[in-house]
């Protein structure tokens, strides 16, 4: 062939290629001008991932919200999503048509096994997952795990007092949030493993360290997790090679462990088994019920009283076991870095909770009981979770077309909740970026419009350990206080950079400087 042969080839292929690229972009700005919404400009293949990661995935969402509106379309890739900050929109979705939106945002690849679990479980399956593992979280349950949390704050504080001792110049420079990951690590492991970690005097241990690789929800750590946004396709592919969106040699660790603990269990007398109190016991004393069966032996129905009769397998246990570690450490962990960040940052907001601490419990051990009666410790979680909630997104698939609002939602179209930038809205919130605890008064909630507080979600598929990550939140914010006073240090990062990670973490870890307090 020719040499002009040859360059007309190439460039018709360019041609036909560049032609289909304008109609991808055309057929792009369509999708959502049919549906009636403002759609944001995106870049060919890749649609706002670029544009995302540059700003930063939170700044991002705050920006488009301002540019284009509380409910606009963008791209995840090749993706068609429906970024949604209109309260009345997220009460449609999750709430009154929860039927057509059940399952969460499914645009990343998981594996076929964590199906096993409540996260990312449907239908009855779900519903009977939830109900055994919502048992688990009483009021009952989380006092019966009080010993095993006052043991641990013992050792945090000590481990506290040891450090600040042993600070160059006796500043009291710490990491923090190094020092609150190993405390709740402890606290998780032993409330629902019934095992000591003892992560506090012995931060690097291979349980923790394998815990913690699996509780990271950070695209940036495997590049092959965003992957299946620009190539869909690819998942077909993931699950042949048999890969997992977390870390598989960490994975595999956490599970056999969790595994052993269970075989070890059964081989225990019934008598002993019952002594022990966690949250993985109950999750095996939901025994199944003799399960009715046809003529042939084969088992009739799909129903919630089918799971009920079979209670939970083993891979259902193990896999519900992971997600209470992965919900419970790392978002309890960081909630907790935020408060004292905050308290450092705030004074006046520290005093206010040191004297209600020092006048409603004193000296006295944190229990569920007294950190209830602290009205403004409640406040003060609250208006932490709203300017750094644990989970800054949250989403639905449609799973058929559908009328929210006046807009026609096609079946398969994700729809994105940005947390985060919802609870910076100044629509909503007067000073958004301040921290200001009252906001969360009884005289004042009512001023908050529903649905644009949601740091645990909305709808059904809310947080399911709501309860025990606030009474968390609580014991440990009053043992520091009780003990330490928190301020910023020359190596405080002022307004942190945070990660790009589907929680609210800061990237550069969070230094503080503590002092003792005085002997009352």
Partial sequence: ?????????????????????????????????????????????????????????????????????????????????????????????????????????????????????????????????????????????????????????????????????????????????????ALTMDIVSSTSFGHKMNTLQDLDNEFSHHAKIVSTLNIGSNPLNGLPLVLPCVKRLFRFLDLDYVNKKSLNYVKDFVHELIFSRRSESESQDKKVRDTLQNLMNAHGQEQETDENGNITDNSFKFYKQRGLNDDELIANALVVLMAGYDTTATTLTWMCYLLATNQHVQKKLVDAIDNEIGGEEPTYENVMNLDYLDWFLSETLRLYPAANRTGRDAIVETDVCGKTVKAGLSITVPIYAIHRMPEYWSEPDRCVPERFAPENRENIIPYTYLPFGAGPRVCLGVRMAQMLCKLVTVKILQNFTLDVSDQTELNPVLETSLLTKPNNGMVLRLQKRNPQ
Wanted: proline share 4%.
């Fill in 1 to 181: 062939m020719e040499f002009t042969e040859m360059l007309g080839l190439y460039l018709l292929v360019i041609a036909v290629l560049f032609c289909l690229l304008c109609y991808h972009q055309l057929e792009k700005r369509w999708y959502f001008a049919r549906i009636g919404v403002p759609y944001e400009t995106t870049w060919p293949i890749f649609g706002s991932l670029p544009t995302a990661m540059s700003q930063g995935i939170l700044q991002h969402d705050i920006n488009s919200i301002h540019r284009l509106g509380k409910v606009h379309g963008t791209y995840l890739g090749t993706l068609p999503n429906l970024v949604v900050a209109d309260p009345e929109y997220i009460k449609e979705i999750f709430i009154k048509q929860f039927h057509k939106f059940p399952y969460r945002m499914q645009a990343l690849y998981i594996s076929d096994w964590w199906y096993n679990s409540v996260v990312m479980a449907s239908g009855e399956h779900w519903r009977y997952m939830r109900s055994v593992i919502t048992t688990a979280f009483t009021s009952g349950k989380l006092r019966q795990m009080q010993p095993q949390i006052t043991e641990t704050l013992s050792t945090m504080t000590q481990t506290l007092n040891t450090m600040i001792d042993a600070s160059s110049d006796s500043d009291g420079t710490v990491n923090i949030r190094r020092i609150l990951s």
